[in-house]
């Protein structure tokens, strides 16, 4: 097994039956007690994985989707700047899905997602994701209101009814060579309002801040509860969860490298193979450089 596999193996979740949230500790940092050491591993996992993401792009057989999920301040922007940061921008795409325009309203609510997933031999990147239909909408009734579902289907069993659609696509994605990794960044109440207070403290951060962070703090359980049920529900082999300490960034991180190395590990990658006919090709085009001026 390797390093990348030991490290991200606690954290997958492929089967939900007996998941609960209150298991996963947000502090945790395994068996690091330095975050140096951390950094450095990091940096070999963030090497490896920019030649890795090379070969997927020239293969372009399969294509990668890396969904984030997570409550404010746990760090999605940061995984995509560190983790991602010596991959080619050629083969990788990076969406941020903010509230849905009246466009994707008439639409169903997979189809902007959709869309968008990533072309054979690039990672895609959701920042946030179709899954805000079973947490944020699932928390806040009036956002599904304003989907103009017609009544008769707004049952008691619509949340049943999503993951269900969702684990339909995850399933058809998989059997067309798309790999689907979820990350669920698991950040504690204590450090969420340490991370906001720092916003507020920095002019450099302030930006970042909003009104609205606050109030989502007053639905915390709600959230919870909706985080619990979406993993619980929508955990699988061929598109897991993993549930990532975020109260410690450097570790967050490593743990998210480590399980993006470990799947492309796994699809056994590598540079497309010359047959006999383009290498008699290669060859001319060789004799016909060095004969010229």
Not at 97 to 124: Q, V
Not at 214 to 233: G, L
Request: net charge positive.
């Amino acid at each position: 097994m390797s390093w990348a596999s030991k490290l991200a193996k606690p954290y997958r979740i492929t089967d939900g039956d007996k998941f609960r949230l209150k298991d996963f500790d947000p502090q945790d940092t395994g068996h690091f007690r330095s975050e140096q050491h951390a950094k450095e591993l990091l940096k070999k996992g963030t090497d490896h994985l920019a030649d890795l993401q090379d070969k997927l792009y020239a293969q372009r057989n399969w294509a990668v989707l890396i969904i984030l999920q997570a409550l404010d301040a746990a760090g999605k922007d940061g995984i995509v700047k560190h983790v991602m940061s010596g991959v080619n921008p050629q083969g990788c795409q990076v969406y941020s899905f903010k509230s849905p325009s009246e466009t994707e309203l008439d639409h169903d609510f997979m189809w902007r997602c959709y869309w968008r997933l990533p072309e054979r031999g690039r990672i895609g990147i959701f920042n946030r994701s179709y899954y805000e239909e079973v947490l944020v909408v699932r928390v806040h009734p009036p956002l599904l209101a304003a989907e103009r579902i017609p009544q008769q289907l707004m049952t008691e069993d619509i949340w049943k009814e999503r993951y269900h659609d969702i684990r339909s696509f995850e399933s058809a994605w998989a059997r067309n060579g798309i790999v689907v990794r979820k990350f669920f960044l698991h950040l504690s109440r204590k450090e969420q309002k340490r991370r906001f207070l720092a916003r507020l403290d920095e002019p450099g951060k302030n930006w970042k801040f909003s009104a609205s962070d606050v109030r989502e703090r007053e639905y915390w359980d709600d959230y919870q509860h909706a985080y619990e049920q979406m993993i619980q529900n929508t955990s699988s082999k061929h598109a897991p969860w993993f549930v990532v300490p975020a109260d410690n960034k450097w570790y967050t991180r490593l743990v998210v490298a480590a399980a993006i190395v470990d799947t492309l590990e796994d699809l056994k990658l590598d540079y497309p193979k010359v047959d006999a006919v383009e290498r008699n090709q290669l060859a001319a085009a060789r004799k016909q450089l060095e004969s010229a001026k």
